[in-house]
């Protein structure tokens, strides 16, 4: 494994590190754990993510992912650290919020020209997940804390934010309103395989808030908006580009509303739950094509368009209570031909009613809300804190039939650029809207209840121990070439135990 460290890596690390000696000493102030270890054991078995249209595609192995974590609190002040070192057989995806889509020699492939060692996702890697220190003494509520580092933000739908990013968040947590209101950007990605951020993220800082009011018990009414300011430059036309280069700058600006009935607290009891979210999204953008340039056998950058981005998307759920341990319910989602989500989201809650976070857009398919209209049947077992399953069928289909759609967990060979030069990252029939169908499958047994301290839960997408497992079964529709497979498939099974 190397173990080749940029600067603003190897400053988090020491930062990190230090933090995870120092918090010991905290940690004596306070009473509950705060310092563990996560050790998680992944097997993954995947066929034909590129759905039969190039070599590889497949995926079998068996990872062992380490997290060590330190936090330490002395009066109003606070401090948290977690580290990773995953070791595994094959480039699989030990953590959920990795959705980064590799061929089958760990070369990112999703809207890619040509490869960058820089962005090699290798097999086994260190990295620091998180590192930050917090204050909780604006207020005399116990919700209230500001932090600043690298840290997981993370709302309940998962479909605005759910990652870790360097940022300075301020949120505040009571029984009748919930506020957020911070700024983030990315500056690297503290791992020792990705050694260069991503096209999308040089450059590009966030700003963001939300408020929630529970105007009436158990049922949520709130607004949050989000703007993104895309900076850094464009390849002029003609100059040789590739998978490091921006494609895209400007400035793009969500504002949305939702409602729930608490729905994506898995303990409630509820007969009847509801969730719906309704977004707009506005902004300017250039944005520059590509094309092959046969003669320097690259790519190179093609004339550069300025755009209005204008699109809206919604999320619509509804789920009934059986009885103590069964529900059932439905869920729709449309997104325009124009929208695109933040960057920071994982798409992933606990939209079925219990406590596993499932991919809202498919365990195989992981769709991005990007001109896709899916609906979704779904039923739903819990037995008390030990064992929970979702069995959920998708249905997937463009909006717009003559556009390309955002990422997903399939990735064909792509065959064609669109009107404005841009290579597409999937292949799709020019005019047909179906995308396809898939079966889902999560199961979950729990062994014990974990002790944490509040301020990190949410760096924890589990409390417990537990064994689980998240298949997936997906069936290309037509809009698909006539040439891919009929069917793709990803199953992993995780099983966590922390010291």
């Given amino acids: 494994m190397k173990l080749k460290l940029n600067p603003l890596m190897a400053a988090g690390m020491g930062l990190g590190f230090s933090m995870m000696w120092a918090t010991p000493t905290l940690a004596a102030l306070t009473d509950t754990q705060n310092f563990g270890l996560e050790v998680k054991v992944t097997g993954q078995m995947e066929d034909d993510r590129d759905l039969g249209t190039r070599s590889g595609g497949d995926v079998n192995g068996v990872g062992l992912d380490l997290r060590p974590w330190a936090y330490g609190e002395s009066g109003d002040w606070s401090a948290y650290a977690m580290g990773q070192v995953v070791a595994a057989t094959d480039t699989i995806q030990t953590d959920p919020l990795d959705q980064q889509v590799t ?225 059932v319910g439905g869920a729709y989602s449309r997104a325009s031909k124009n929208y695109e989500q933040n960057g920071l989201e994982s798409n992933r809650s606990n939209w079925t009613g219990t406590r596993s976070r499932v991919h809202r857009f498919g365990e195989a398919f992981q769709g991005e809300m990007a001109n896709v209209e899916s609906g979704s049947l779904f039923a739903s077992w819990q037995m008390q804190d030990e064992y929970d399953a979702s069995l959920i069928y998708h249905k997937f289909r463009r909006v717009d039939g003559h556009s390309p759609i955002g990422g997903a967990g399939v990735n064909p060979a792509p065959e064609s650029t669109d009107v404005s030069g841009v290579l597409q990252s999937l292949q799709l029939q020019d005019g047909n809207k179906d995308l396809g169908q898939e079966m889902d499958l999560v199961v979950t047994k729990y062994f014990k209840q974990g002790l944490l301290p509040a301020a990190v839960s949410q760096s924890f997408d589990e409390p417990s121990a537990l064994i689980r497992l998240r298949a997936g079964v997906f069936k290309p529709g037509d809009a698909y070439q006539s040439g891919v497979d009929n069917y793709m498939h990803r199953a992993i099974v995780d099983v966590i135990w922390r010291f």
């Fill in 103 to 327: 061929d089958a020699n760990g070369q990112s492939t999703q809207r890619s020209r040509s490869t960058s060692n820089s962005r090699k996702v290798d097999d086994s890697y260190a990295a620091l997940r998180e590192f930050w220190i917090g204050y909780s003494g604006f207020t005399a509520y116990p919700g209230e804390i500001l932090k600043v580092g690298r840290q997981r933000l993370r709302n309940d739908d998962g479909q605005w934010h759910d990652t870790n990013i360097e940022a300075v968040n301020w949120t505040f947590d009571t029984t009748l309103l919930k506020a957020e209101v911070g700024a983030a950007q990315r500056f690297s990605e503290y791992r020792t395989d990705l050694t260069e951020l991503s096209a999308q993220d040089k450059d590009r800082s966030h700003l963001y808030g939300d408020v929630e009011y529970q105007w009436t018990p158990g049922q949520w009414a709130g607004i949050r908006a989000h703007h993104s300011h895309d900076g850094g430059s464009l390849k002029h036309q003609g100059e040789p580009i590739d998978d490091l280069d921006k494609t895209t700058r400007g400035d793009l600006t969500w504002l949305g509303l939702q409602a729930n009935s608490d729905a994506y607290n898995y303990r409630n009891l509820n007969t009847v739950n509801y969730w719906g979210s309704l977004t707009w999204l506005t902004g300017d953008r250039d944005r520059i094509g590509s094309r092959f340039d046969a003669i320097g056998d690259q790519d190179v950058a093609g004339e550069k368009t300025d755009e209005n981005v204008n699109g809206w998307a919604t999320d619509l759920g509804l789920r009934f209570r059986l009885d103590p341990m069964w529900q």
